[in-house]
C-alpha cells in the first residue's frame, strides 16, 4: 500500500479527547469497505479528471469517464455522482465536481477560488462516503492537497458527544503519496478549526472556565514540549487589580480564570511574541440588561475569541512554527445575581481608566479591556484580539467574513493576504475618531461600555478597545457574525463555526516569515 495518512472523524468529546492526530494506515486490509473521492473539472465538451482520476480511469480501461458520459450532465460544482463495483479495491467512488480548472484568485469574493471549490467539493463527497456507511476512505489531492484535506475533516466534523445515534465513524486517507506534507499540514489546519468548534459547541455547564482553561493546557501541552502554560486563580486576578474582569465575573459562582499561554518557537527567545487576546465569556445571559430568551443557548458560544486564539496557537505549535506566541483568555460567566453590574455601576480598569456600565450586556470589552492592557506587558511585535462583540457585527457583514479594526496597515495586509488562502475572510472597519468621541464621553466616568447612539455598534466597541491600547500594531477582530454556520459555507455543517482559526494560523505562519514589515 502506498503511504498514506489517516485521521479518525468520530466522536470528539469534550472530556477528556479533542480532535485527533493523524493516525498511522491501518494494519488490517479495509478496501472491502472502502470509499474514493475523485475530482471532475467543469468542461463544455470531453470529461477532464484530475491527474489522480485520470490514473484511476486509466486503471479500470477508461469506465469511469465512460460512465460519467452517459450518467448525466456534466457535473456542476460541489455537486457528486456515485459509482459502485467499478474496482476491486473500492466498494464505491464518488465524483465530485470542481468548477472551472484554474480559477485562481476572485479578486470579488477576495478568495482562492480554487481552493474553495476543493474544500466544498470533497466535503461534499466524504459526506456521501459516510452516508454509505463506509468506515474509509480516500481522496483526491484534486492539485492542492492541503486544501482538499480541509475540506475532508472540516466537511466530517459533527459535534455529537451528547447523542446515542452517531453518524459512522471514518478513516480520511490521501489517496496516493503525492502532497503528503501538503496534506497532513491541511490535516493539522482543520484539526485546529474543529478544536474550537468543539469548544464552542460544548454545553456551558460543561465548558466552564475551569474546564476551558484545562482542556486548552492538556492539548498544548500533548503537541509540544515548547509551551508554559498559566491558569491564573481569582487571587492572582485580584493581585493584577483586572477590577473590570472582576466586575463581569462576580455575577456568576463559577469562578473566573485567567488563562496565559506561551509557544516559543522562533530560535531567539528574547524575540518579541506576538500576542493574542481572546473574549472567554463560557456563557453570557446579557447580566441585569438580560437578553431575550429565544437563541440565548447560543451564548455558550460567547466565549468564540478565546476557543479560535488559543487552538490557533495549539494549531502553530504543533506545526511547529518559528515564532513566540503568547495568548491571553479572560474566562468567566456574566449572568444575574445580587452581585452583580448594575446599569449605571463605576468600576477602574487595570490601567487606571474608569469605565461607566450602562449595559451589562457589554461585557466583552470590559474584561479585554484588562486583558489587552496586560499584553503590553510582553512586548509585543504585534496585538490581535478576537471577540463574538457585538450584534452590530452581525448586521454589518453577516456570516461572510470577520470586521477587522486596526491601527496597522501592515498588519491589515498579513490579515488579509491569510484570508484570501485559507476562504475564511476578513473585512476592514473603520476606526474614527468619530467611534470614540461616542465612548469618551461619559457622565460618571473616564469612558462609557456603549456608545451614546444606538449606530455603529460594532465601531463604537473597538473605539472602546482602542482606549487601552498604545501598542503601533494591534487588530480587533469582531468574529460575531462568523460564529455560527447554518449553510453559508458548504464544507462546515451547521453549528458553531470555529471561524476564523485558519485564518489566525496562516497568519502566524506568514509572520514568522516575515521579520521586517512588523
Same mark, same amino acid.
Given at each position: 500500500?502506498?503511504?498514506?495518512?489517516?485521521?479518525?472523524?468520530?466522536?470528539?468529546?469534550?472530556?477528556?479527547?479533542?480532535?485527533?492526530?493523524?493516525?498511522?494506515?491501518?494494519?488490517?486490509?479495509?478496501?472491502?469497505?472502502?470509499?474514493?473521492?475523485?475530482?471532475?473539472?467543469?468542461?463544455? #465538451?470531453?470529461?477532464?479528471?484530475?491527474?489522480?482520476?485520470?490514473?484511476?480511469?486509466?486503471?479500470?480501461?477508461?469506465?469511469?469517464? +465512460?460512465?460519467?458520459?452517459?450518467?448525466?450532465?456534466?457535473?456542476? #460544482?460541489?455537486?457528486?455522482?456515485?459509482?459502485?463495483?467499478?474496482?476491486?479495491?473500492?466498494?464505491?467512488?464518488?465524483?465530485?465536481?470542481?468548477?472551472?480548472?484554474?480559477?485562481?484568485?476572485?479578486?470579488?469574493?477576495?478568495?482562492?477560488?480554487?481552493?474553495?471549490?476543493?474544500?466544498?467539493?470533497?466535503? @461534499?463527497?466524504?459526506?456521501?462516503?459516510?452516508?454509505?456507511?463506509?468506515?474509509?476512505?480516500?481522496?483526491?489531492?484534486?492539485?492542492?492537497?492541503?486544501?482538499?484535506?480541509?475540506?475532508?475533516?472540516?466537511?466530517?466534523?459533527?459535534?455529537?458527544?451528547?447523542?446515542?445515534?452517531? *453518524?459512522?465513524?471514518?478513516?480520511?486517507?490521501?489517496?496516493?503519496?503525492?502532497?503528503? $506534507?501538503?496534506?497532513?499540514? /491541511?490535516?493539522?489546519?482543520?484539526?485546529?478549526?474543529?478544536?474550537?468548534?468543539?469548544?464552542? +459547541?460544548?454545553?456551558?455547564?460543561?465548558?466552564?472556565?475551569?474546564?476551558?482553561?484545562?482542556?486548552?493546557?492538556?492539548?498544548?501541552?500533548?503537541?509540544?514540549?515548547?509551551?508554559?502554560?498559566?491558569?491564573?486563580?481569582?487571587?492572582?486576578?485580584?493581585?493584577?487589580?483586572?477590577?473590570?474582569?472582576?466586575?463581569?465575573?462576580?455575577?456568576?459562582?463559577?469562578?473566573? =480564570?485567567?488563562?496565559?499561554?506561551?509557544?516559543?518557537?522562533?530560535?531567539?527567545?528574547?524575540?518579541?511574541?506576538? =500576542?493574542?487576546?481572546?473574549?472567554?465569556?463560557?456563557?453570557?445571559?446579557?447580566?441585569?440588561?438580560?437578553?431575550?430568551?429565544?437563541?440565548?443557548?447560543?451564548?455558550?458560544?460567547?466565549?468564540?475569541?478565546?476557543?479560535?486564539?488559543?487552538?490557533?496557537?495549539?494549531?502553530?505549535?504543533?506545526? #511547529?512554527?518559528?515564532?513566540?506566541?503568547?495568548?491571553?483568555?479572560?474566562?468567566?460567566?456574566?449572568?444575574?445575581?445580587?452581585?452583580?453590574?448594575?446599569?449605571?455601576?463605576?468600576?477602574?480598569? #487595570?490601567? /487606571? *481608566?474608569?469605565?461607566?456600565?450602562?449595559?451589562?450586556?457589554? +461585557?466583552?470589552?470590559?474584561?479585554?479591556?484588562?486583558?489587552?492592557?496586560?499584553?503590553?506587558?510582553?512586548?509585543?511585535?504585534?496585538?490581535?484580539?478576537?471577540?463574538?462583540?457585538?450584534?452590530?457585527?452581525?448586521?454589518?457583514?453577516?456570516?461572510?467574513?470577520?470586521?477587522?479594526?486596526?491601527?496597522?496597515?501592515?498588519?491589515?495586509?498579513?490579515?488579509?493576504?491569510?484570508?484570501?488562502?485559507?476562504?475564511?475572510?476578513?473585512?476592514?472597519?473603520?476606526?474614527? $475618531?468619530?467611534?470614540?468621541?461616542?465612548?469618551?464621553? @461619559?457622565?460618571? @466616568?473616564?469612558?462609557?461600555?456603549?456608545?451614546?447612539?444606538?449606530?455603529?455598534? @460594532?465601531?463604537?466597541?473597538?473605539?472602546?478597545?482602542?482606549?487601552?491600547?498604545?501598542?503601533?500594531?494591534?487588530?480587533?477582530?469582531?468574529?460575531?457574525?462568523?460564529?455560527?454556520?447554518?449553510?453559508?459555507?458548504?464544507?462546515?455543517?451547521?453549528?458553531?463555526?470555529?471561524?476564523?482559526?485558519?485564518?489566525?494560523?496562516?497568519?502566524?505562519?506568514?509572520?514568522?516569515?516575515?521579520?521586517?514589515?512588523?
Amino acid at each position: 500500500m502506498q503511504w498514506a495518512s489517516y485521521v479518525l472523524l468520530s466522536l470528539l468529546p469534550l472530556c477528556p479527547a479533542f480532535p485527533t492526530e493523524a493516525e498511522e494506515p491501518c494494519a488490517v486490509n479495509c478496501s472491502a469497505r472502502k470509499g474514493l473521492v475523485l475530482g471532475v473539472y467543469a468542461t463544455e #465538451k470531453d470529461v477532464q479528471l484530475t491527474k489522480a482520476g485520470d490514473a484511476f480511469n486509466q486503471a479500470i480501461s477508461g469506465k469511469l469517464k +465512460e460512465l460519467l458520459s452517459i450518467s448525466g450532465p456534466p457535473l456542476k #460544482k460541489g455537486k457528486t455522482r456515485t459509482f459502485h463495483a467499478l474496482h476491486q479495491d473500492f466498494s464505491s467512488v464518488v465524483v465530485v465536481g470542481l468548477g472551472k480548472k484554474g480559477a485562481g484568485l476572485n479578486e470579488q469574493e477576495n478568495w482562492d477560488e480554487d481552493k474553495e471549490n476543493i474544500r466544498a467539493a470533497i466535503a @461534499a463527497g466524504c459526506r456521501q462516503v459516510q452516508d454509505l456507511e463506509f468506515p474509509y476512505v480516500e481522496v483526491d489531492p484534486c492539485g492542492d492537497p492541503q486544501a482538499a484535506a480541509e475540506g475532508a475533516i472540516l466537511g466530517l466534523y459533527e459535534y455529537n458527544e451528547f447523542k446515542q445515534k452517531k *453518524k459512522t465513524a471514518i478513516e480520511v486517507q490521501l489517496h496516493g503519496s503525492d502532497g503528503a $506534507e501538503a496534506w497532513q499540514k /491541511g490535516v493539522i489546519y482543520a484539526q485546529g478549526q474543529n478544536l474550537a468548534r468543539t469548544l464552542m +459547541e460544548g454545553p456551558a455547564n460543561y465548558v466552564t472556565p475551569t474546564r476551558f482553561a484545562a482542556v486548552i493546557g492538556e492539548k498544548l501541552k500533548s503537541v509540544s514540549s515548547n509551551v508554559t502554560v498559566h491558569i491564573r486563580d481569582q487571587a492572582w486576578i485580584e493581585a493584577q487589580e483586572m477590577q473590570s474582569f472582576l466586575s463581569v465575573a462576580k455575577g456568576s459562582d463559577e469562578p473566573p =480564570v485567567f488563562l496565559e499561554i506561551h509557544y516559543r518557537g522562533s530560535s531567539d527567545p528574547q524575540e518579541p511574541p506576538l =500576542v493574542f487576546v481572546g473574549k472567554g465569556i463560557t456563557f453570557d445571559s446579557g447580566g441585569i440588561s438580560i437578553k431575550p430568551s429565544s437563541g440565548m443557548d447560543a451564548m455558550r458560544a460567547d466565549m468564540g475569541g478565546a476557543a479560535t486564539i488559543s487552538s490557533a496557537i495549539v494549531t502553530a505549535a504543533q506545526l #511547529k512554527i518559528p515564532i513566540n506566541l503568547i495568548g491571553l483568555a479572560p474566562l468567566c460567566e456574566n449572568l444575574p445575581s445580587g452581585k452583580a453590574n448594575k446599569p449605571g455601576d463605576v468600576v477602574r480598569a #487595570k490601567s /487606571g *481608566k474608569t469605565i461607566q456600565i450602562d449595559n451589562t450586556d457589554a +461585557e466583552g470589552r470590559l474584561i479585554l479591556a484588562d486583558a489587552l492592557y496586560y499584553a503590553h506587558s510582553f512586548n509585543p511585535r504585534a496585538i490581535v484580539d478576537a471577540a463574538t462583540l457585538t450584534g452590530a457585527m452581525i448586521t454589518a457583514l453577516g456570516s461572510a467574513a470577520t470586521g477587522v479594526f486596526t491601527n496597522s496597515k501592515q498588519l491589515w495586509d498579513q490579515l488579509f493576504e491569510a484570508s484570501v488562502v485559507t476562504g475564511d475572510r476578513v473585512w476592514r472597519m473603520p476606526l474614527y $475618531e468619530h467611534y470614540t468621541k461616542q465612548v469618551t464621553d @461619559a457622565q460618571l @466616568a473616564d469612558l462609557n461600555n456603549i456608545g451614546k447612539s444606538k449606530s455603529g455598534g @460594532a465601531c463604537t466597541a473597538a473605539a472602546f478597545l482602542k482606549e487601552f491600547v498604545t501598542a503601533p500594531h494591534w487588530a480587533h477582530l469582531d468574529i460575531a457574525g462568523v460564529m455560527e454556520n447554518m449553510d453559508e459555507v458548504p464544507y462546515l455543517r451547521k453549528g458553531m463555526a470555529g471561524r476564523p482559526t485558519r485564518t489566525l494560523v496562516e497568519f502566524i505562519t506568514r509572520l514568522s516569515q516575515d521579520k521586517k514589515s512588523i
